[in-house]
């Protein structure tokens, strides 16, 4: 009998440890960690920062030490095996910027120091030098070794920075980092069951056309792309213009609509915003994509009225998939809990009626006369 094929799951764009980290490599360890420490002091007036290091001298331990600190974070130890250790990305995923001792860590890009002490060391390690973003020198690119030149030709002048000029070191990470903040995808959630309504809520008419039809034109103005969210067993046809992405997580409400976006692509931020919003403006979604926070976990409408996030109307960043998982593991399927609990900027409601889910015939009566008006 022929082997079942496993599902092919879309992947993170990630490092070992980080979806964004640097490696310094070419010094002494005690260079680097003094370099790390004066990167951080300034890196994290502008982003969330942290370093990951080796601490040396347990060749009697089963396992090294590893440390990972910096002021937004408090001080992790691990005491694992190296290749465990991408096991605890889940420590470093509320960072902006990873940085790592690369006499220990490879990592996606890198910062070579041009040392004399490390001169031989380092063309024995040629092979993580695979996106060199920065090289530092004492004094002029003429302190580039040789081998190192003919290693990363043609390199790049502008990348090219004196060691101690540490403000141009975190602008080149700083715009590094804003040149890689994910693109923003749309996304109407309309996969609900409408037990209330009695009828499909993502069908109502209240703007010449269906509602999630409506919401998706909203959103196609100021995405990459946009999707309609619908049920796993969702049988009609929508109009050919718009995509759709079927709930992979069953019976999870608006829960289960983001994670199946998420992992239809796992690389861009969703804007959600919900089927039964008919008196939503275009002006509000255009407030909340000019107040992202890529920083963030999400970026979100809080509304003092009910004293709560409105989860609905949202632009959830990458890093809320692995979060969703991990409450949806711990049984709770509210995207309202995801927000109150974690790391998220909130934008104050002033027009409330906005928000105002419609879920029953008389609210639905209420709507269309009062946007027929």
Partial sequence: MAKKKEMTLSKIKTGPYHRNEWSIIGAPCSLINALSEKIISILSEHLKVSYLNETHHFENEMYNKYTASGPVTDTHKFDVDLPRLSLFRKYFDHLDVLLLNGNHYKADKQIVIINEKKRQSLHKKLDRLSDVKMILVDNSKEDIYPYLSEHLHPIDEDCIVQIDDIESICAHIINDYRNTITPIFGLVLSGGRSQRMGTDKSKINYHNKPQSEYAADMLLSYTQDTYISVGHDYNDVLDSSYKTIRDSYLNLGPMGGILSAFRYNPNVAWLTIACDLPYLKEETIKKLLT???????????????????????????????????????????????????????????????????????????????????
Avoid at 307 to 327: K, N, Q, V
């Fill in 291 to 373: 107040k992202r926070d890529p920083s963030k976990l999400a970026t979100c409408y809080y509304n003092a009225e009910k004293g709560s996030p409105e989860p609905l109307i949202t632009i959830w960043e990458t890093r809320a998939y692995p979060a969703m998982l991990d409450y949806l593991s711990m049984g709770y399927a509210s995207p309202s809990k995801v927000l109150r609990d974690n790391d998220v900027c909130m934008i104050e409601v002033r027009d409330h009626i906005q928000f105002i889910n419609v879920n029953d015939p008389l609210q639905k009566k209420t709507a269309i006369e009062r946007l027929h008006k």
